[in-house]
Each structure stands twice: as C-alpha cells, then as structure tokens.
C-alpha cells in the first residue's frame, strides 16, 4: 500500500470511530454539565461504571448500515463484488469526502454526519499523529 494511505482505508478508525467518539462525547458533555461538585466547586469525574455504560450506549446507537458502508467507502469491495468476480478487486478506490457525505447522510437522518465532518472527532485520521499516540500502560511495581 502506498504510503500515508492507511490512515484512510481503517474504516472502523475513519468513520464509525467518528460517529462513536460524537455520541460519547455528547453523553460526556451532558455529564459535566450536570456533575456533582466537590468541596472546591469542581464537577468530580464520572465513575468507572458511568464511562463504560456511555460506552455501550454511543455503540448501540451505531446503526448498522454505517458499520456496513464504512468498509465500502474506505475502497474496499462489496461482497456481490468479490463473488462476481470483478477484475479490479486488488485496487481500493476510495471515496471523496463529498461522496461519504452523501453515503451516510441517510442512514439516520443526518446524525452520523454531523458526527463525522465535526473537527472535535478527529483523531488522527488526517494523517497528522494523534495526541494520545505513544501512551502506553505501566505495569504496575510489585
């Protein structure tokens, strides 16, 4: 594959991680906006529970149609192509930025889309490196 492309052909990471990081972070917001205060006035943090409950809800909302043309629309072919035969299926053809728009957009009314050109969701797809990248759990000192 040629270089700087694989930020664009994982699906997963390209689009519906866009959508999923919008959904979380729609439920994250509603949070602080309503947290309880510590004795400093801060809002404290989600519990662990809270953040993994939020986590199955945003994936839960993913409709499944997204999961399905996010491969479809990093280049790789369909399943009706591959039984068909088509001679062009070692060539990913990627779609435009436009054409995903157009994709999504009817999947559920638009919501996905908005998630998916929101700049807040970017996280490293662009080909820039992503800010958490090289965080790396310890291992605890026994």
Not at 24 to 46: I, Q, S, T, W
Not at 81 to 105: A, F, S
Request: charged content about 30%.
């Amino acid at each position: 594959m040629a270089g700087g492309i694989t930020p664009k052909r994982q699906p997963v990471d390209v689009y519906v991680g866009k959508v999923f990081k919008g959904l979380f972070r729609k439920r994250y917001d509603n949070y602080m906006l309503h947290a309880p205060e510590d004795e400093k006035g801060h809002p404290r943090p989600p519990s662990g529970q809270q953040v993994a409950t939020w986590v199955v809800e945003a994936w839960e909302e993913i409709p499944e149609e997204l999961l399905q043309k996010a491969w479809v629309t990093a280049g790789y072919k369909t399943m009706e192509e591959v039984k068909n035969g088509n001679p062009d299926l070692h060539q990913l053809t990627p779609y435009e930025r436009d054409d995903i728009v157009r994709i999504l957009d009817p999947i559920d009314g638009g919501k996905s889309t908005f998630h998916y050109l929101n700049v807040e969701n970017e996280y490293g797809d662009d080909g820039e490196e992503d800010e958490n990248a090289g965080w790396e759990i310890q291992p605890k000192n026994k």
